[in-house]
């Protein structure tokens, strides 16, 4: 047995308090070389909706991709120290706060939520943070190399923008009114494009295993 496997029950292990021998109290939804990821903080990002719902997507999609997410960030992140992650100011750490609680019925529901999955506000802002800064990085890093040609404008517009719009019976307007918008989606397009090769490269430096959601 290789030393990768022989980590996972010792883990597991470890994570079984001595007068419990036989229960275990988590698992391991993936392990990023040595470094874990388990189920209930999984089910934390799930339930406080760190990442928003997509419409349509049942659970079972919704917690793949959380966890899809989660190891990607690890990776990204882990990257993002290497260099040093820059600082976040507060405001905006409380303003990607403010827009989580809004997916709540109440901040009476998202207080509650917190209590269920053990979280405080404070691992929350945490957390928060963490997205911020590999965003940050992002934005520092590949944000400047992007450039969109006027071509690429008025291709993404006859080929793409123009036609979904009379797919779903709206008005066309002139590329001419649209040419800022489009220029934002396929910049949007083209940055996320070079964050997923990017995180490519980090997971093909690392080992990653997936034991939940497959």
Do not use: C
């Amino acid at each position: 047995m290789n030393d990768r496997l022989r980590l996972v029950p010792l883990l597991l292990a470890l994570l079984t308090p001595p007068s419990l021998e036989a229960e275990i109290i988590d698992r391991i939804a993936a392990l990023i070389d040595r470094q874990v990821i388990t189920l209930s903080e999984v089910n934390q990002v799930v339930e406080i909706r760190l990442r928003a719902p997509r419409q349509g997507e049942d659970e079972g999609e919704y917690r793949r991709r959380v966890l899809d997410a989660m190891v990607a960030h690890t990776l990204r992140y882990r990257d993002v120290e290497r260099f040093g992650a820059a600082d976040v100011p507060a405001d905006s750490i409380e303003s990607r706060l403010r827009e989580i609680i809004a997916r709540f019925p109440s901040e009476e529901a998202f207080t509650d939520t917190l209590l269920r999955v053990e979280l405080t506000l404070d691992e929350v802002r945490a957390l928060i943070k963490r997205q911020l800064q590999v965003q940050a990085y992002v934005d520092e890093r590949f944000a400047p190399m992007i450039f969109v040609s006027i071509e690429e404008i008025e291709s993404y517009y006859r080929e793409t923008w123009a036609p979904q719009r009379q797919e779903r019976g709206l008005r066309v307007p002139p590329l001419a009114e649209v040419s800022e918008e489009i220029r934002r989606l396929v910049r949007a397009d083209r940055l996320q494009d070079e964050i997923d090769r990017w995180t490519e490269q980090l997971r093909a430096r690392a080992n990653v295993d997936i034991f939940v959601y497959r």
